[in-house]
């Protein structure tokens, strides 16, 4: 599941060696051993899918390369093992860590060249470039989409209010138990909620001229996002009840796998929990506020960076720009975590066999581009908690308010 970048601590390096695993790439007997080692780091399910490529591409270049699992807080293990000097050569992750990644000097600009970066989709190479440059090569894209159960939502809502009708007379029937599902929590849940609010006219953060979040404009807690947020508690728990607390991160997707509810808004990871309960579903672009302005949802990508510490920096340049600008690895990592390649020469090979991947493009065409700026580490708890009292029923202009000088304060720190 997606989970936003929160504030990034310091942990100890002594914590990684629990955390990870590795597999490094022997040479074959009667080979020329390897003049050099290349370090990539990357969560579990990616790893497993990059090994064999790792393989090919040691051999090829007379390289031992480790592969290393990191279970978790992979960000977070990185900084700090960068920092001391024995971080990886690569890191795998989301383009969001980008502004942390940098404000911390720990990944370094890559250069593509205009053919390369014309091979990947417009938004993936936006998302990527942060100041200007150009930070890494991505690999997958990812977006929330609205997933409804055919077989009790037939039709899917025009509008949030649409959706809203339906699960209502679903639940008065009997049918279901929970109108919709959207995890909320008891500490809210700022990415998931994130379509409703630009809908409604909330804003987290205005843009400069080039294009790019300026935190200097930050939008929570203005006149626009406390009258969006004002639609979002007439959902909540003392109006229609479509979001509830009682909802969180551990029991969207069952909620709806379960067949409790015909509507769930969530992205590509509650595919294979979908196809596994047996659910007949379809995934359409998150409905909008009637009247509003369209449900943009976030648009993430995952993609390799260059560690500014690592110690091989060229090998680890020659294998993100030279190797992952291919298809074939781009292919691999969407079979191990199937999601939209970013290669657009990837996604043609996998389409014709996934008949979501053009749905969930078209869920997410449109959609802000997540901010990697490092302003946003101060948004997702204040944010979040805000909504989360909102859905409650606390009143709005104060509870946003506060949060947004509880975000305002943390920024200008």
């Known amino acids: 599941m997606r989970i936003p970048v929160r504030a990034v601590g310091v942990l100890a390096v002594a914590a990684l060696a629990l955390t990870a695993c590795s597999d490094n790439t022997k040479p074959e007997a ?16 990616r790893a497993a899918a990059l090994k064999p490529f790792a393989t090919q591409f040691g051999a090829a270049n007379k390289v031992d390369v480790q592969v290393q699992a990191v279970s978790k807080d992979l960000q977070t293990n990185f900084v700090t093992a960068a920092q001391s000097g024995k971080g990886p050569d690569i890191v795998v992750g989301a383009h969001d860590w980008i502004g942390n990644l940098v404000q911390n000097g720990t990944i370094d600009p ?17 998302a990527v470039t942060f100041n200007g ?6 690999y997958a894209i990812e977006n929330l989409a609205l997933i409804r159960n055919t077989d009790l939502a037939p039709n899917a809502p025009a509008t949030i209010e649409d959706l809203v009708a339906a699960g209502k007379a679903l639940k008065d029937a009997g049918k279901v138990s929970n109108i919709m599902s959207l995890q909320v929590g008891q500490n809210g849940d ?18 400069k001229a080039n294009g790019d979040y300026d935190p200097a404009d930050l939008g929570v807690g203005k006149p626009e996002s406390i009258e969006a947020f004002k639609k979002i508690a007439a959902l909540g728990e003392k109006g229609s009840g479509a979001l509830t607390r009682s909802v969180n991160s551990d029991n969207a997707i069952p909620t709806f796998t379960g067949g409790k509810t015909p509507f769930l808004i969530s992205g ?4 294979a929990d979908i196809k596994k309960a047996g659910i007949k579903y379809d995934i359409t672009p998150v409905p909008a506020f009637a009247g509003g302005k369209p449900a943009q949802p976030f648009v993430g990508v995952q993609a390799f960076y260059v560690a500014s510490k690592g110690k091989s920096k060229a090998l680890a340049n020659e294998f993100i ?3 992952l600008t291919k298809p074939d690895l781009q292919v691999a990592l969407y079979q191990a975590n199937p999601r939209p ?29 997540l901010p990697a700026i490092p302003a946003m580490a101060a948004v997702w708890d204040p944010f979040g908690k805000a909504e989360s009292a909102i859905v409650g029923g606390a009143d709005v202009p104060s ?15």
Do not use: C, R
């Open 133 to 138: 440059q150009v930070y890494g090569v991505p």
């Open 321 to 323: 720009t030279n190797y």
């Open 30 to 45: 009667g080979s020329t051993a390897p003049t050099a080692t290349l370090t990539i780091w990357a969560d579990d399910q």
């Open 268 to 271: 590509p990871w509650a595919v």
């Open 110 to 126: 890559i250069q593509l060249s205009d053919s390369q970066k014309s091979g990947f989709a417009e938004v993936a190479m936006k």
């Open 190 to 207: 700022a990415y998931h909620v994130y379509p409703l609010f630009a809908s409604a006219g909330g804003y987290l953060f205005g843009k």
């Open 399 to 413: 509870t946003l308010t506060g949060a947004a000088k509880t975000i305002s304060d943390a920024i200008a720190k």
């Open 341 to 369: 390649p970013a290669l657009s020469a990837a996604l043609d090979q996998v389409k014709g066999s996934d008949a979501d991947i053009e749905k969930w493009l078209a869920a997410g065409k449109g959609g802000a581009v």
